[in-house]
């Protein structure tokens, strides 16, 4: 029986990185060179591997990740049965939801990476990669979108989160848990993820339109917010305290700001909905909706902020854009 295939697609990430005289580790390492170093991947696929890039995740771009998105739906209209990215872990959250918006295929998309170098004593990659593509490379993940595979465990693109800046646990789904677990080199899938039908995303050839993120913390007075709409920002989201609340000083501002660009409410909590119906006092997420501030529902503002880029590069309007939050709310 021929074995599945494969594309890997390596950008670079802690998983490619060696020590360089230059002194700290730097991506080295190339996605032909990760797969020849994986004992036991060339009895789980037929790979083809390339390296687009080698840097540091935080690093990319939602272009880069546009351009990486392409290469896979033109692999897949090829005849690949899965696709594998490998990458820093440091922004893995934001390019599994991308791809997961810009790829939308029953085939499995999965984003890899690792916590340690590959020269660290008990790297990793290795493992991460061979998990990724046992699940990339399995009919149990298909329809999923694009995973995300670390420390054994099988993670939505929608729900994932890097919360740890250390540890090879260091991924959680806070609101789901884990989709599924790799053991004994069996693929186990343990729950399935909606993935809302949206209308068409095509980020085009050019920049994507930038999105700007804003954190409230105890205090704000309203000076990065005054100033967002003059900075060319196309849209803002902001990371309100608890269930989407902002000071009542800068309520009417945020509304101000509502009424020259869309503006997306997360919770910097980064777990629950955004309220919609419980509190009433100034800055609160009755008043905020009330003043045209969209709710970005479950997803994280990192994420609210990647969706709304596309959108309003696809133009979508209002409507639209409040009907696509509301899919993942
Ligand atoms: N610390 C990162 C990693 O785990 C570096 C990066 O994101 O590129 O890969």
């Known amino acids: 029986m021929s074995l599945p295939r494969l594309l890997v697609l390596s950008l670079g990430g802690t998983i490619t990185m060696t020590a360089t005289a230059e002194g700290g580790i730097l991506p080295t390492l190339g996605a ?8 036991g991947l060339a009895e789980v696929a037929d790979i083809k591997a390339r390296s687009p890039m080698k840097v540091g995740s935080a690093s990319l771009t939602p ?9 896979i739906r033109a692999g897949f209209a090829g005849g690949f049965d ?22 939308r295929d029953e085939r499995p998309v999965v984003v890899v990476g690792a916590m340690r170098g590959p020269q660290q004593p008990g790297a990793d990659g290795p493992a991460n990669l061979l998990a ?31 919360a740890h800046t250390a540890l090879t646990s260091a991924f959680v789904s806070d609101m789901a848990g884990p989709l599924g677990l790799v053991a004994e080199g069996r693929v186990r899938m343990l729950a399935g993820v909606a993935r809302p039908a949206l209308p068409a995303l095509d980020p085009g050839e050019g920049p994507l339109p ?24 196309a849209g803002l989201v902001i990371e309100g305290a608890g269930a989407g609340h902002v000071p009542g000083a800068v309520a009417a501002l945020v509304g101000e700001v509502a009424t020259r660009l869309p503006v997306v409410m997360a919770s910097r909590t980064l777990a629950g909905p955004v309220f919609e119906r419980t509190y009433g006092y100034p800055g609160s997420e009755i008043d905020l909706l009330g ?29 639209a854009l409040a009907d696509a939050f509301a899919a993942y709310g």
């Open 210 to 233: 930038p999105v700007a993120l804003l954190k409230i913390a105890l205090g704000e007075d309203g000076r990065l917010l005054r100033a967002v709409p003059d900075l060319g920002y």
């Open 291 to 319: 003043r045209g501030v969209l709710s970005a529902g479950l997803l994280t503002g990192v994420k609210a902020r990647l969706l709304l880029s596309l959108a309003l590069a696809a133009g979508w309007d209002r409507a």
């Open 82 to 103: 899965g696709a594998v990215v490998i990458q820093g872990t440091d922004t893995i959250e934001e390019t599994a939801f991308l791809l997961d918006l810009l790829v």
């Open 32 to 39: 032909a060179e990760l797969v020849g170093a994986v004992p």
């Open 132 to 162: 990724g593509a046992r699940v990339a490379a399995s009919v149990a993940a298909r329809g999923l979108g694009t995973l995300v595979v670390l420390n054994d465990e099988i993670h939505a693109a929608r729900f994932v989160r890097k």
């Open 63 to 71: 272009e880069n990740i546009a351009a990486v998105a392409g290469e």
